[in-house]
Structure formats: C-alpha cells, structure tokens
C-alpha cells in the first residue's frame, strides 16, 4: 500500500480517506493545501474557485497520478445553487473563500464585508443543515489591536506579556472606530466566527476556526502589472517583492513600526492538515496558527527582505533601499493598523502538538528564490513595453 493509505491520527487511528469540499481552493493557502493532501494522503478534493492558475498544474488537466483525487468547481459562492450539492457530496468542507488584501478593507468596504460576511453565510447553513464538519479560516486581525497600545509609548507594562500576546480565548478584539474602514475585515470576521460559534453551541456544527498569523511563502497573491492589475496592492510580501523585482525602494507605511510574525506556509499547512486528520481534538476549537518566534518590525522585514534578494539574485542594493509613505498616501483614507501580533500557541499545542519550524531567514530564502526564477523575465519584459509605449 502507499504510504497515503496507511495515514494514522495523532491516537494511533487510522484515518479514512475523506471527501473534502475546498472552497476558495485556487488561492494562496488553497493551492498548498491541495498540493499537501495530493502529495501526502488519498483524500479526495472537490476545489472550488472562481479562477484556478495557482492550482493549474492539478487539475488542468489533472496529472494521471491524481485521476479521481481532484476536480475543480469554477463557481462564484455569492450566487451559485451548485454549492449545496458539493458541500452535501463531501465529508468536510474547508472555507478559504474571502476578500483578503488590507488595500480593499478601506477602498471597497461592502464587497469586503459581504465577501467576509454575507457570502460565507451560505456556508455555514448548508454544513449545519446537512450535518457536515466544518474548517472555517478566519483572520488573526479580530484581535485588531494590543491592549498595550493604548498605554503611553515608554510604558513599562507595554512589556508584559499579558499586554500582547493573543489567546483565542481570552484576549478581547479591540477595533478602531467606524471611520476607520480597515476595520471592516475583522469585524465581518468576527461576526461569522461568532455564527459558526453559535451553530456550534445550538445546533451541534462540528466546527473548527483557523485564525491564521501572516502565513508567507511563493504564490502569495500577486505582482502588479505580471499577474495581477498594475495599479493594485496586494499584501506586504508580494509589495516588497515587487519593489525588489523592479530595483525601487521599498515603501515603509507610517514608519514601518508596526510588528509582524511571520509563519512559512508550509509550516501553516501541517497545522491545517492535522485539524483534518483529527476532528476529535479539533472540533469546538479556535486555532492561532502562527510563529511567535518570526517576530519583525515592517522595517526589519524589509532589511531582512532586501540582503536576502541581493544575495538571491546577485544584484546590490539600493543606495537608497526604503523610503518612507504616510498610509494615506499609500492606503488612502480609512486605513488604520494592528500595532503587534504574537500567537499564543497553548491551545493548538496541546490539542495538536504541533509547532512552527521555519526561521524567517529561511523562509524568505525559500520565498525569494522562488519570486526572482518566476517573475524577474516578466519584470523587465513589462518595464521594457511600459517604457517603449
Ligand atoms: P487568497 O486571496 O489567495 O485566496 C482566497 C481565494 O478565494 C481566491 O482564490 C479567490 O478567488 C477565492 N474566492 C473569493 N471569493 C470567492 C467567491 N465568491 N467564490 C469562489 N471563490 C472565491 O487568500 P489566502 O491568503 O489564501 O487566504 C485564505 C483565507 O485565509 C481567507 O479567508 C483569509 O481571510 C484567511 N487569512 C489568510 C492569511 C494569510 O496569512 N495568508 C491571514 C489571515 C487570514
Ligand atoms: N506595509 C508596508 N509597505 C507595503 C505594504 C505593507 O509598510 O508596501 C505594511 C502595512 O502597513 C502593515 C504590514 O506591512 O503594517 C503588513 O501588511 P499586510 O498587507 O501584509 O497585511 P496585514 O498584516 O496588515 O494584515
């Protein structure tokens, strides 16, 4: 037997192959998470999307290794009656599905809203209804900001851990007034966590929460102009790539103090392919899924980001590698931001056991590989039209 059939659970079951119903599979986590369990298990996945580039290479067609294992779904889950019949024909559904990019929040707060609200609801109502196991990935940003933030900058209690660290849950979810549409994200996030809660607490839904810490890694949403719209923004790795790619300086927002911890995703996808594998020590929970030991300022990762290019590509930096943009300037009006997120890990510890693995600096060799071999051609291609026109 290959090794995908002999999968055992972390009590030393065996695991039955399931029928997993992705939605919101041909993006950044979905296309991982397809390339994990094609790789490592024998279960089946219907992915749905409503584009599917970043998992072409499984299912377009599907390799004949893969015959039977993966089928993609091109539908749109605001107005499709094809859903239900796909969540039904599945043992679990895992929800990816979402507008995502903090550029949007500010800039078209209804569709962020109805994507992270409206359009989920469906979701949840068909899993309840049929009684079917539900993963919903929601956002470490419902924990917006730190209670230490609001303390004066020098504040020595800033340092004290139980003025930072996030737990699911214990630490309450601290938002900015309504003005500030940044917050528009967390707080639709927030609202459906609470309804997938309460189908848990009233109609027994077998359900676990993802919420997800800056995961990173290669097909991270996309570089303006090569395979994504010139003027869009997409989140910081892809930014600063681009930048690189292009030999700018990379924009600082506000100072680039804000603190991140970045978590390599395919450290991220062992987490989610554990909660799969074990319903029993999953259901019920919220997870944190995310490195505390990755921890930067937005400077420091783009210091970091801009060595590791240089020795990547073997082009020297910029005299000049950063500069400095008020988030009004690079957001427009509305943005706002999380000043620090640290993961507490008690939680997805001891009911999974597992642990991240990757230090930043590999991670963004990894990463950065990869952006200079797929993209640099099409870079200077790009530049070498938009000049000549
Ligand atoms: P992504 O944008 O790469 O993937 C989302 C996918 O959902 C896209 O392929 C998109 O086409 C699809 N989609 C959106 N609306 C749809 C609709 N109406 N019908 C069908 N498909 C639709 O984003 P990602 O980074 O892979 O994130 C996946 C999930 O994880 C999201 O819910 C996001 O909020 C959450 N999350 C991710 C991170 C991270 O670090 N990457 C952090 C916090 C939360
Ligand atoms: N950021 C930045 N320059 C950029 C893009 C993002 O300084 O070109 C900052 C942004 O203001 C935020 C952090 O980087 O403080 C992370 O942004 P990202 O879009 O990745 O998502 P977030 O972690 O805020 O959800």
Redo the contacts with the bound molecule.
Sequence with gaps: PSPAASRVDLDGNPVAPLTICMIGAGGFIGSHLCEKLMAETSHVVLAVDVYCDKIRHLVDPAPPHLAGRISFHRLNIKNDSRLEGLIKMADLTINLAAIC???DYNTRPLDTIYSNFIDALPVVKYCSENNKRLIHFSTC?VYGKTIGSFLPKDHPLRKEPEFYVLKEDESPCIFGPIVKQRWSYACAKQLIERLVFAEGAENGLEFTIVRPF?WIGPRMDFIPGVDGPSEG?????A??SN?LLRREP?????G?E?Q?TFVYIKDAIEAVLLMIENPARANGHIFNVGNPNNEVT?RE??EMMTEVYANVSGEPPLDEPMIDVS?NQ??GEGYD??DK?IPDMTIINRQLGWNPKTPLKDLLETTLTYQHKTYKEAVKRQMSQASAS
């Design positions: 990019t903090p550029a940003e800056n923004v997409p989140r910081v790795l930014c600063f930048n990379l924009k600082l927002v506000d680039g804000s991140r937005v990762l783009a988030s690079f957001y931001d999380s997120r």
